[in-house]
Antibody, heavy 121, light 106 residues
Framework: QVQLQESGPGLVKPSETLSLRCTVS?????????WGWIRQPPGKGLEWIGS???????YDNPSLKSRVTVSIDASKNQFSLKLTSVTAADTAVYYC??????????????WGQGTLVTVSS | DIQMTQSPSTLSASLGDRVTVTCRAS??????LAWYQQKPGKAPKLLIY???SLQSGVPSRFSGSGSGTEFTLTISSLQPDDFATYYC????????FGQGTKLEIK
């Protein structure tokens, strides 16, 4: 079955760049679907960060003021997130997820287990 | 930005109760609405998509309704596994989640 797994540093210094990868198993990510990142600060709600289509086209949350880059690495069957100029407010559990097309569910139907990233010096 | 407002924030109920959670969108999102269930330390799980369609494998006691700006999630008879936090999410323009409704045991 299809599975998603996040990986990356659990601690990032303020003003630096947060980098995470999501490895997809059981499905080639360039075949279809949208692939995205969602985060959840401790004890708080969910915030969509950005997504990449299987073709490589991307879109991200305007509230994050162009700090976000989402991309696909087809050779590794991974997609990645880079978030620049981080502050303590970016401390959260980061989830990668698959989003189906609008002809199907249109929603995030498969999620990774999440990885906690703490921003601290 | 489309804002999503859930009510109540916390809901106390007993096994077997019928419960309803409401989600209101700040503008018309037609039926581009999903509901998720999240348990502590776990990723969200998709329950309902397109406002009223049940995701494969989700028990039929869960149902969704609404269109436009007003939506509801109903659990017809609460089971022990249902005590969790529930989020609505619009996907009409980008993606925005509600603040969550925590369902507690009374």
């Amino acid at each position: 079955q299809v599975q998603l797994q996040e990986s990356g540093p659990g601690l990032v210094k303020p003003s630096e760049t947060l980098s995470l990868r999501c490895t997809v198993s059981g499905y080639s990510i360039t075949t279809g679907f949208y692939w995205g990142w969602i985060r959840q600060p401790p004890g708080k709600g969910l915030e969509w960060i950005g997504s990449v289509y299987h073709t490589g086209s991307t879109y991200d949350n305007p509230s994050l003021k162009s700090r976000v880059t989402v991309s696909i690495d087809a050779s590794k069957n991974q997609f990645s997130l880079k978030l620049t100029s981080v502050t303590a407010a970016d401390t959260a559990v980061y989830y990668c997820a698959r989003k189906d097309g609008y002809a199907a569910t249109g929603a995030f139907d498969l999620w990774g287990q999440g990885t906690l990233v703490t921003v601290s010096s | 930005d489309i804002q999503m407002t859930q009510s109540p924030s916390t809901l106390s109920a007993s096994l077997g109760d019928r419960v309803t959670v409401t989600c209101r969108a700040s503008q018309n999102i037609t039926n581009w609405l999903a509901w998720y269930q999240q348990k502590p330390g776990k990723a969200p799980k998709l329950l309902i998509y397109k406002a009223s369609s049940l995701q494969s494998g989700v028990p039929s006691r869960f149902s969704g309704s609404g269109s436009g700006t007003e939506f509801t999630l109903t659990i017809s008879s609460l089971q022990p596994d249902d005590f969790a936090t529930y989020y609505c999410q619009q996907y009409d323009r980008y993606y925005t989640f509600g603040q969550g409704t925590k369902l507690e045991i009374k």
